[in-house]
Every structure is written in structure tokens, then in C-alpha cells.
């Protein structure tokens, strides 16, 4: 099994800026089976959506609304993968999950997520 433990989340002004970490746990042949990882989100009463994936080879995608905000990056050494926030807007006000998978978006291991709170 794998697990993802997100951290980082809290409270933070509107305009200020946070960092998320991933990090993954488990045996060697799981964790290198891993090749795509995303951060989504879920505000309450809304649907989760996707903010920021990435690929081994290092490929990114972001949703519209978080470029230029939002970086995904991944330490491949620690099995770690991170979404620093700036700018921060109350909209951005939701629970954040970490998820991964083989392949490019179909994420079938998650965390269990961390709550981010940006104040007016």
C-alpha cells in the first residue's frame, strides 16, 4: 500500500501564500509505480476540482484560475510533491488532496486532505 500525508494547510490573509507537502509512504515497487500526481480541492458544497497535476517527466498542468498563483513541483528523492500558493484569494478557501497514480489522470491513491483557509 501507499499512503499520502498532506501538510501545510492553515489559515492565512487573503494575498499571502502557503506550501503544501505530499509526501508519499510505502514499499519501493508501489511508490516507483507512481508516475502522476495532482493536487485537487473541494470547497463546501462544491465539487472537487483539479488545481495542479505533474508527471515524472516532470510535465505540469494547472487549472485556469491558478496560473501563474500556483507551482507544482516534486523532489523524486524524499517522494514528495509540493504546491506552493501565492497570492490567495478567499475563493481559494477549500480542503486540498494530494492524489497519485500510473498514469496522468487516473489517480487511484489520495490523502486525506488539508484544509486551507484564506481570509478577506
Known amino acids: 500500500q501507499v499512503q499520502l500525508v498532506e501538510s501545510g494547510g492553515g489559515l492565512v490573509q487573503a494575498g499571502g501564500s502557503l506550501r503544501l507537502s505530499c509526501a508519499a509512504s510505502?514499499?519501493?515497487?508501489?511508490?516507483?509505480?507512481?508516475?502522476?500526481w495532482a493536487w485537487f480541492r473541494q470547497a463546501p458544497g462544491e465539487q472537487r476540482e483539479l488545481v495542479a497535476a505533474?508527471?515524472?517527466?516532470?510535465?505540469?498542468n494547472y487549472a485556469d484560475s491558478m496560473k501563474g498563483r500556483f507551482t507544482i513541483s516534486r523532489d523524486n528523492a524524499k517522494n514528495t510533491v509540493y504546491l506552493q500558493m501565492n497570492s490567495l484569494k478567499p475563493e481559494d478557501t477549500a480542503v486540498y488532496y494530494c492524489a497519485a497514480g500510473s498514469v496522468a489522470g487516473m489517480y487511484d491513491v489520495w490523502g486525506q486532505g488539508t484544509q486551507v483557509t484564506v481570509s478577506s
Open positions: 510505502g514499499s519501493f515497487f508501489r511508490l516507483n509505480r507512481l508516475n502522476a
Open positions: 505533474i508527471t515524472s517527466g516532470r510535465s505540469t
